[in-house]
């Protein structure tokens, strides 16, 4: 991947690192030289992820975090500074989905799905943003979706509600700490072809996106890391509270089944 931005003495904390769109943000912002904390409940998967980019010389540290969880987000702040000394960059980015309707939707999956992907956001957000004001600075993203913007047939109504609700929280995390130096912003993938994604997606389903994005394509993770990083770079350094919308133009199709 071609390094185009130096965030060399920042630190990253990413979360959902271990795969998919998660790795490939950690992957770029090491490239571009910032030590990067890889967060991630699935405890295997996140060393295996670390021991990779180890290998590349990447200043990596993994931390096993539920981001549900109020104390394991506190221990993964805590576990960064007691490493880097700072947090310059959260990208959060861990969330889950489910297909469906409406009526295939119970109260233990809405809880379930709107607790990892808005509470978790808002819970990283929450823990992270003290450390930023104190240094005076510090960049977010936010990875929602698509289906922040339309709905999806890849995700449920919950789903669809929670990347409605990152937008919103980003927007309103981009108010708040704009007097601190704090800039926050969300990326919006459309569809991405990460390891899950290749093995469940049907001919169907490949077909179905070639037809529906204007570039003919799905995405790939190193294209929603070059968002990422275009967001927290001093290219984008008066961009807060904006929506940028990476799906290679599935959004122009009228027929708006954008995940």
């Not at 904390?37 to 539920?66: F, M, P, W, Y």
């Not at 490493?83 to 297909?99: E, K, Q, R, T, Y």
Request: glycine share 12%; with cysteine; charged share 20%.
């Amino acid at each position: 991947m071609t390094v185009k931005y130096d965030f060399t003495g920042q630190t990253a904390v990413v979360t959902g690192a271990a795969g998919g769109i998660g790795r490939g943000i950690a992957e770029l912002f090491g490239e571009c030289g910032a030590s990067v904390v890889l967060a991630d409940i699935q405890e295997e998967k996140l060393q295996k992820t670390i021991n990779e980019l180890r290998d590349r010389n990447h200043s990596v540290l993994g931390v096993e975090c539920d981001i549900t969880s109020v104390e394991d987000v506190r221990s993964l702040v805590q576990e960064t500074l007691d490493s880097f000394g700072s947090i310059d960059i959260l990208v959060n980015n861990a969330g889950i989905s489910s297909p469906g309707g409406l009526m295939d939707v119970d109260l233990e999956r809405w809880g379930n799905i709107i607790g990892v992907n808005l509470t978790g956001t808002f819970n990283c957000t929450r823990e992270v943003a003290p450390v930023m004001i104190e240094q005076g600075g510090g960049n977010i993203v936010n990875i929602s979706s698509m289906a922040g913007r339309n709905i999806s047939h890849f995700g449920g109504p919950d789903y669809t509600a929670s990347k409605w609700g990152i937008i919103g929280l980003t927007k309103h995390t981009a108010w708040d700490l704009s007097e601190y130096g704090v800039r926050a912003n969300a990326v919006c993938p459309g569809p991405t072809l990460t390891p899950l994604s290749e093995r469940t997606a049907t001919e169907e389903d490949h077909q179905e996106v070639e037809e529906m994005t204007a570039l003919g394509r799905w995405g790939t993770p190193q294209d929603q890391a070059k968002a990422a990083a275009f967001l927290v770079s001093d290219a984008a350094s008066f961009i807060t509270g904006t929506v940028l919308e990476v799906d290679g133009g599935a959004s122009l199709s009228s027929r708006e089944k954008n995940s």
